[in-house]
């Protein structure tokens, strides 16, 4: 651009403040050309600028959400840049939908908590209801970049900064403010091919400490009062849980097993309680899931079962005693296989520990199975079925009926075969997380916040090291002379 020619400009815009464009003053100085109110309010705005000395803006003006710019601009966006794009249903109704503040009729909390949920709805009501309706209001800062002297044209005008704020509150400037990056480039198309820079900066006035403060009060309030509102939405009619009581809910899902030699699986599972666990009466504690035939993934045959099972169980703590810790509940499993002439092979055995933390488990269990020596045996389960089993399946870990004091499995032979997919979800319910919550105390498992025990293995090894310790402390404490003790003891 020639060095006469080239100007610069500023301009402060507050919200929703109105700068007149050099077509706009044209356009609303004669008062034949305007047909609404809003038009005879520019009207009326222009004359009282010219009478003033004019407008200070001529490049940098505004559309505010009530002009006609502003409609036109969201019902003529394009979601694609396909020359031949044709609106989805959803695109046309969220191009005609002025998402403006609507008077809202107060509702009663009755009428208002018996539709928190529409078990029925109709088709039009889903057409309706599909369409995000939260209000927003829209301001569009504009650039017009005509040729110097020749102010005024349409195909000059560019949008340089979009700031929308909806209902919530939420503030969106697009493009974001300039900052370090500095300035954004527009090309014109043409022969010079002029190119603008231009900055948005924020120049907003700093909240005092004071209304900064005022405004925090408020918002808390607000907040409270919204909490009281959900409350009395939810109620609370909840069953809880005894003191000194943990309620676990399990919704499990059996995935998937792979990597088994025969085709057409199934897997039968059930749920062991230690001492102090319960369940209620109706809950069915075992389950087996549908005949599933295998499709091979990779290098695996797969069998996709995606069985769902439910789980409730209450754990009592009792008195904390240092030979019998709280044990927590293992679901034992077997996958078998089943051919044409109905006859079934126990594929493996496996075992899973409950998991001790809430929330979403995806555990891969690996299984074996007892074999036999020779060729005998595989022929005889290849031809006619069946194969070596556990009389115990509680055998794959401690059987329950186990009293001594060493579990020996010397010549048990056994083979690895494939392994299952469990999905667990688990909840679980005591009061114990309310009082943890209050002292906001951060526990690692739920035994921890119950009496400080956990589950974990290593845990359980140091436990039982350290009670040994304290045993043989004890013995050879009492096996020394009294003399001796008490000369040690003065001693010290």
């Not at 919200?15 to 305007?34: G, H, I, M, P, T």
């Not at 666990?277 to 809950?283: D, I, K, N, R």
Request: proline share 5%.
């Amino acid at each position: 651009r020639p060095p006469q020619e080239e100007e610069e400009e500023a301009a402060e815009v507050g919200w929703q403040e109105k700068l007149f464009s050099q077509f706009e003053v044209d356009l609303y100085r004669n008062e034949s050309a305007c047909q609404t109110p809003l038009d005879r309010q520019y009207h009326e705005e222009i004359l009282k600028l010219e009478k003033a000395g004019g407008r200070k803006n001529y490049r940098i003006f505004t559309y505010t959400d009530h002009d006609r710019f502003t409609n036109l601009e969201e019902h003529y966006q394009k979601v694609t840049d396909s020359d031949h794009e044709v609106p989805s249903y959803l695109a046309e109704r969220m191009a005609n939908v002025r998402r403006r503040r609507q008077d809202r009729r107060p509702i009663e909390a009755s009428s208002l908590k018996s539709k928190i949920i529409t078990w029925e709805p109709t088709e039009e009501f889903i057409k309706n209801n599909h369409v995000i309706n939260t209000p927003v209001q829209t301001m569009y800062i504009m650039g017009d970049l005509g040729p110097y002297g020749k102010l005024g044209h349409r195909e000059y005008e560019h949008v340089l900064c979009t700031i929308k704020v909806d209902g919530n509150g939420v503030i969106t400037v697009k493009p974001d403010f300039t900052g370090t990056k500095g300035a954004y480039r527009i090309e014109l198309d043409g022969e010079k091919r002029e190119v603008w820079k231009y900055t948005i900066e924020n120049v907003s006035v700093q909240v005092q400490p004071e209304e900064e403060e005022r405004e925090q009060c408020v918002f808390r309030d607000l907040y409270s009062r919204h909490k009281e509102y959900l409350s009395g939405l939810v109620g609370s009619e909840f069953e809880m849980t005894l003191p000194g009581t943990l309620r676990l809910f399990v919704n499990g899902e059996i995935v998937s097993a792979q990597g088994y030699e025969y085709d057409n699986l199934y897997v039968h599972f059930f749920l062991e309680l230690p001492n102090q666990w319960s369940s209620p009466a109706f809950q069915q504690l075992s389950g087996v899931t549908q005949t599933c035939a295998t499709k091979t993934v990779g290098w695996d045959n797969v069998a996709y079962f995606c069985y769902p099972f439910t789980l409730e169980m209450f754990f009592t703590q009792g008195d904390e005693s240092e030979d019998n810790l709280p044990q927590w509940p293992v679901l034992y499993f077997e996958v078998l296989s089943l051919d044409f002439w109905q006859r079934y092979r126990v594929e493996g055995y496996g075992s899973l520990v409950l998991p001790a933390s809430p929330g979403l488990h995806v555990l891969t269990i690996p299984t074996w199975r007892p074999v036999e020596l020779g060729t005998v045996a595989e022929l005889r389960r290849f031809f006619i079925g069946g194969s070596p089993e556990l009389e115990d399946i509680t055998y794959v870990r401690i059987p329950s009926t186990f009293k001594g004091k060493r579990l020996s499995r010397f010549g048990f032979r056994t083979e690895t075969t494939g392994s299952v997919t469990f999905r667990l979800y688990c909840l679980q319910q005591s009061k114990a997380f309310l009082e943890t919550s209050a002292l906001r105390q951060r526990m690692q498992s739920v035994l921890d916040r119950l009496g400080g025990f956990s589950q974990q293995s290593s845990v359980y090894s140091v436990l039982e090291a350290f009670q040994r310790a304290r045993r043989r402390m004890q013995e050879a404490r009492e096996s020394l002379p009294q003399d001796l003790i008490s000369t040690s003891a003065s001693t010290v």
